[in-house]
């Protein structure tokens, strides 16, 4: 559970530093609010993304399996999280096979 206090308006937010790019939460996330995007200044290539907060349910799988404690999911009474919907669940494996990459818009 996070002992952290959520940005404002945030359901859930990354530690860029802590963060080795492995895709764990994205690969984990049901709701298709994570994914990998670009980034060449990191070692990977890419670094992980929040592409769709408002779609964050609050269930904390991305924060429990991360091996680097780099990724903190708000608490309840911090934000009303969504429930999930056909929408976030299609987009969740669109992005699993996508390799876990950031969809084109």
Not at 4 to 18: E, F, G, L
Not at 22 to 33: E, H, I, L, R
Not at 61 to 80: M, Q, S, T
């Amino acid at each position: 559970m996070s002992s952290m206090t959520a940005p404002q308006d945030t359901p859930v937010w990354v530690n860029i530093k802590r963060c080795k790019a492995c895709d764990v939460c994205v690969s984990m996330c049901p709701a298709g609010v994570l994914a990998m995007a670009p980034a060449p200044n990191s070692t990977l290539g890419s670094m992980i993304e929040v592409e769709y907060p408002e779609a964050c349910i609050g269930c904390r799988d991305c924060e429990l399996h991360c091996p680097d404690f780099a990724i903190y999911v708000a608490d309840r009474g911090e934000y009303k999280f969504a429930r999930i919907t056909d929408e976030a669940k299609q987009r969740a494996e669109a992005v699993k096979d996508n390799h876990y990459r950031k969809l084109s818009a």
